[in-house]
Structures are given as structure tokens and as C-alpha cells.
């Protein structure tokens, strides 16, 4: 093509137009503000209905309890005189009161893991909602904002739900069973005498007060020996996420890894990475044995403790062995109550570090998605062309990169962007699409305007060939037949009759191959804007021109921007564009055929 024009904006300078960082993410929300949101939602009395019946469902055991307490003094009556008809007659209320608890404990069960999973699906459906608005899951990983996202969808709201549900449900049942068997053990373990400095001093419902401080100073001892725990456990899940992430690479990267031969490379950062799974690992055997070591003792002690402690009155004839028996189930209950903290430490440690991973997460993925006075994107009614205005593009700490400057690609325009590398080509293409906001300017996009950008290494879902071939449109939008055309069009035939085929098809083709389905991609979706990131550098210079022939023939209409450097392609394209880094000499400018 004779007479083709030339655009070449011109180097910013080093002194001036430096962009503005992106403004710093919310405050993290609390743990409250985590968990509240599905009983506000649309979900809201589904969930209540079955939390009331899961509740219900835990008084009716703490009912039991009660019950199987006051039948110990019964049926332990029965034993120490040897009154056989009581004792018949305790077995079979022991019976009924045994059934009943296995049937309502199942139904618990049943029903809590019903409320659990119905409770993560909508927080992980408002989670994947949010991460895919305003292309959150691309600005986390573009600036490294937090690690491993996907372990925060999965396995944090998962630990978030069951762990939150475990710990405020057993949390009531403690409260209500506390609350009984004080009354219980207040009123049969009776008052207690003793002479104090010539003074007699009685203690109402002595027992009372001696679970209560047996527990609350076990619980103090428990938590200055575990507290470490909470901080571990949230490296730990970090780390371990680490590794996890390393093994999936290789298993996507084993190809390009054989070529290079690079296993030992490989295996030393796995072991690296491990290494790290290991030596935290090891700080929470300390940690573990430490508590493990306290708790044990606790719970020694407490099965003698409560017989020590009610022994004097019992020896004096205060009260029967069924009565004593009773004290002692009773004292078990509320020194459980009391010592509902050092029960729970290990599950709250972890809650706490999901808790702490979640806040993260949500305050990022909340994050404003621009910098407020960035790169703006906007779509314009009024215009048909895809239109920039005085386009400085920065890196995200506000160092210059390039200035495009202004321009303008009409419908049916073909544009050659060129440049050095790192110059800031595909940088651009990335303003253009919206992902990058660091820089200034103003970018229109004609309203309804159907724009698709191809980047060198296209994605390809995991599903049939059709689908693939569709993406981001559902399979059904094409026909098979209009499907082998496209495939055809670009030297792709032999895969015809592979379209409802299901494979992992980034490992199955070649990078060409790759490229080649793309650009079908493109011919099917028939975009008004076609945005090209190098992508046919994988392709041999005669396929790539079968490429760029059948993109125009069939894509009239189409604007097609194209980031190349093979001199080749010139001849496709009827204006060239050539971006300058902040620091690289502009070359003359070259105006006339190409």
C-alpha cells in the first residue's frame, strides 16, 4: 500500500506527567462484617429457619443432659441400697432418654451441615461475584495486592462457615447448659463453713465458685500457652498455599520445563517452598505440645477435682452417692461452661487466622478499581471510532512510560503499532481494554461497540473444542458448520470433527496452533474493534499472511490494530503507529510506502 501515513507520538519527558499511585484499598472489615452478610441477604430466612431448628435442636440435647443428670441420683441410689425395681425402672427411662439424644443429635447434624453448605455457597457466590466485577481477580495479581486468591475462595470461606457455625452454636449450647447446671449444682452442693482469722465464714453453693475459678485459671494458663498458635496458623495456610500453587505450575508448565530441563531447578524451589511448609510447621509442634501438655493436665485433674472438693460432706452424710454422682455430672458441665475458651482455643486459633486472611482479601478485592485521576475509560454514544485523547501511560509508581498521545481507529481502519520492546505496546492495548489505569487521558469507546483483544498466548478453557473456540460466548451462539469455517479459514480443518471433544487444549495444541484458533475466535465473534498483542508471532511467515488475508476478507468492517514487529505485515495495515520509551531516542520519522 503506497502512501501510507505514520504516527509517531513522541517521548514524554522524565520531569513531567508523573501518574498518581492508586489510592490505598478500604480498612479491613471485621469478622462481623464477614459473617453478617448472607442473614441480611435474599437468603436470609432460609438460613434463619434452619439456624432456629439447629438451635432447637441443641436445647433439646442440653434438655437431655439435664435430665440424664437428675437420673443419676437415681439410678446411683438404686445401686448403693440394692432397691432392684428403681433400678429397673432407671434403665428403661435411661433407655428413652439415650434414643431420643442419638435421633436428635443426627438430625443436628443433618441439618447444621445442610445450613453449612448452603451458607458457603452463597459466600463463595458473592465472593466470585466480586472478584469477577471490575476485573478484580486481574488487578490482585497485577499488583500483587494477595496471595493465593483461590485458597481464600475455597478453603478460607469454607473454614469461615463451619467454623463460625461450630464455634457460635456450641458457644449458646455452653451458655444454656452453664446457666442449668449452675442452678443444679448451686442447689445440691449446698453451703460450705469454715473459721477464717476467728471468724466463721460460709460459702453458699460452694461448688459453684470452685469450677468456676478451677476454670477460669486454667483457662488463663491455656491461653498464654497457645496464643502463638493464631499467628502460625495463618502463616501456615500461606505457606502451605505457596506449595500448592508451585506444584499446579508444574503440572501446567511440564513441557516448557522438560525442553529447558530445568527439574533441578524446579525441584529446589519446591523443596524451597516446603522447607517453609516444614520449619512453621515445626514452630506449631512446639506450640501444640506445649498446649496439648496444659490441657492434659487440666482435664486429669478435673476428674478427681470435683470428688476432692464435694468429698467433705459426702463423708460427713451431707448427701447419698446418687446425690454425689450428681454433683460431680453437674460440676463437669459448668466447668466445662467456664472452660468453654480453653476447649475451643485450637478452632478459634485457626478461625482467628481465617478470619484475618479473609479481612485481607475482602479489603482488597474492595478496593477502588482505578486510580481516581488515571486513565479514564468511558463509552461515548456520540462517536464511532475508538478514540484517545492525550494518553500518557505510567508504571503503577508513576514512573513515565510512553505517551501515545492522541489518535483515533475508525471502523474498517488497519493500524500497525511499533516500538522497541518494553517501549510500552502492550501496555497500551491494556489501557485501551480498561486493565490499565496508571497513566492520564481519556479513552472512548463507541457504545454497543463489540470489541475483542488477542493477546500472544490466548486462553483456552478446559472444556470442549467448541467451547474454546466460542470463548467468552456460550457454544450454542455457533453453529458446527459456522464453527469448521472459521477452523478452516485458518488451517485448523483437521479439527473439525473434534468440536464436542472435551480436553485440556493449551496442552494439546502447539503455540501456533494456538494463535491459529484464536484468530478463528475472531472470525466467529466478528468484533467491530480487533485488537492484535503479537498474535501470530508463533506462526511461520506464510500462515501468518493466511491469517491476516482471512481476517480481512471476512472482517470488512472490522477495525484491526495490530502489535507486531515483522515487517511483513506493513502491507496489511494502512496507518503505522510507533511508540517511544521515556528514555529511548526518537528515530526519524518515516513517512511515504511501506
Not at 443436628?108 to 461475584?129: K, P, S
Request: proline share 6%.
Amino acid at each position: 500500500m503506497a502512501n501510507t501515513p505514520t504516527h509517531t507520538p513522541s517521548a514524554p519527558q522524565p520531569s513531567g506527567d508523573t501518574a498518581t499511585p492508586p489510592p490505598k484499598p478500604p480498612s479491613h472489615p471485621t469478622a462481623w462484617q464477614l459473617i453478617r452478610p448472607y442473614w441480611v441477604s435474599e437468603k436470609r430466612w432460609e438460613g434463619r429457619r434452619l439456624l432456629a431448628l439447629v438451635i432447637a435442636l441443641n436445647l433439646a440435647v442440653v434438655f437431655i443432659n439435664v435430665r440424664l443428670n437428675a437420673w443419676n441420683a437415681g439410678f446411683y441410689d438404686a445401686l448403693d441400697k440394692r432397691n432392684w425395681p428403681v433400678f429397673k425402672s432407671s434403665l428403661v427411662e435411661f433407655a428413652v432418654l439415650a434414643f431420643s439424644f442419638i435421633i436428635i443429635a443426627t438430625f443436628r447434624t443433618y441439618f447444621r451441615q445442610m445450613l453449612e453448605i448452603r451458607w458457603r455457597q452463597w459466600v463463595t457466590d458473592a465472593n466470585l461475584t466480586k472478584w469477577f466485577a471490575h476485573r478484580a481477580y486481574y488487578r490482585i495479581e497485577r499488583d500483587h495486592l494477595a496471595d493465593n486468591p483461590d485458597q481464600r475462595i475455597s478453603e478460607d470461606i469454607r473454614t469461615l462457615v463451619n467454623s463460625s457455625l461450630a464455634l457460635s452454636l456450641d458457644l449458646l449450647t455452653t451458655l444454656v447448659s452453664l446457666f442449668s447446671f449452675i442452678t443444679i449444682l448451686w442447689t445440691i452442693s449446698g453451703a460450705v463453713s469454715f473459721a477464717l482469722a476467728g471468724m466463721n465464714v460460709t460459702i453458699p453453693g460452694y461448688m459453684v465458685w470452685v469450677a468456676a475459678l478451677y476454670a477460669i485459671v486454667g483457662s488463663f494458663l491455656i491461653f498464654k500457652v497457645g496464643r502463638p498458635l493464631v499467628g502460625l496458623s495463618y502463616r501456615q495456610q500461606q505457606v502451605e498455599a505457596d506449595f500448592r500453587f508451585l506444584l499446579v505450575r508444574l503440572r501446567e508448565s511440564a513441557e516448557q520445563v522438560a525442553l529447558y530441563r530445568g527439574e533441578g531447578a524446579e525441584l529446589s524451589r519446591l523443596k524451597s517452598a516446603f522447607g517453609a511448609v516444614r520449619e512453621n510447621w515445626w514452630q506449631i509442634m512446639v506450640v501444640t505440645k506445649r498446649l496439648i501438655f496444659a490441657n492434659s493436665i487440666y482435664a486429669q485433674i478435673a476428674i478427681v477435682f470435683p470428688i476432692m472438693a464435694a468429698a467433705p460432706r459426702y463423708f460427713a452424710g451431707a448427701f447419698t452417692l446418687g446425690v454425689l454422682m450428681r454433683i460431680i455430672d453437674a460440676f463437669g458441665q459448668v466447668s466445662d461452661g467456664f472452660s468453654w475458651f480453653v476447649n475451643s482455643f485450637s478452632t478459634l486459633a485457626d478461625w482467628k487466622a481465617t478470619i484475618n486472611r479473609l479481612r485481607e482479601f475482602t479489603r482488597v478485592i474492595d478496593a477502588t478499581p482505578h486510580p481516581e485521576d488515571g486513565i479514564a475509560v468511558v463509552t461515548a454514544s456520540d462517536v464511532a471510532a475508538y478514540t484517545a485523547a492525550d494518553l500518557r501511560l505510567s508504571l503503577p509508581n508513576g514512573v513515565p512510560l510512553a505517551a501515545p498521545g492522541s489518535f483515533a481507529f475508525a471502523p474498517g481502519s488497519r493500524w500497525l503499532v511499533r516500538g522497541r520492546s518494553g517501549c510500552g505496546k502492550s501496555t497500551m492495548l491494556r489501557a485501551l481494554a480498561g486493565l490499565w489505569p496508571f497513566g492520564s487521558g481519556r479513552i472512548e469507546v463507541p457504545a454497543n461497540a463489540r470489541v475483542l483483544f488477542l493477546s500472544q498466548q490466548s486462553y483456552l478453557p478446559i472444556d470442549t473444542l467448541k467451547a474454546a473456540l466460542a470463548f467468552p460466548s456460550p457454544p450454542d451462539t455457533f453453529t458446527d458448520a459456522e464453527c469448521r469455517q472459521a477452523l478452516s479459514a485458518v488451517n485448523l480443518g483437521q479439527y473439525g470433527d473434534a468440536l464436542l471433544t472435551s480436553a485440556h487444549w493449551a496442552r494439546r495444541f502447539s503455540g501456533g496452533e494456538q494463535q491459529r484458533l484464536a484468530a478463528a475466535r475472531a472470525l466467529l465473534q466478528k468484533p467491530d474493534f480487533l485488537f492484535l498483542d503479537e498474535a501470530t508471532s508463533a506462526l511461520d511467515v506464510e500462515t501468518e499472511e493466511a491469517v491476516y488475508d482471512a481476517l480481512h476478507a471476512r472482517l470488512p468492517d472490522t477495525a484491526i490494530v495490530s502489535v507486531a514487529h515483522r515487517d511483513t505485515l506493513a502491507r496489511f495495515h494502512q496507518h503505522t503507529m510507533t511508540l517511544h520509551a521515556v528514555n529511548e531516542i526518537e528515530p526519524p520519522r518515516v513517512v511515504g510506502a511501506v
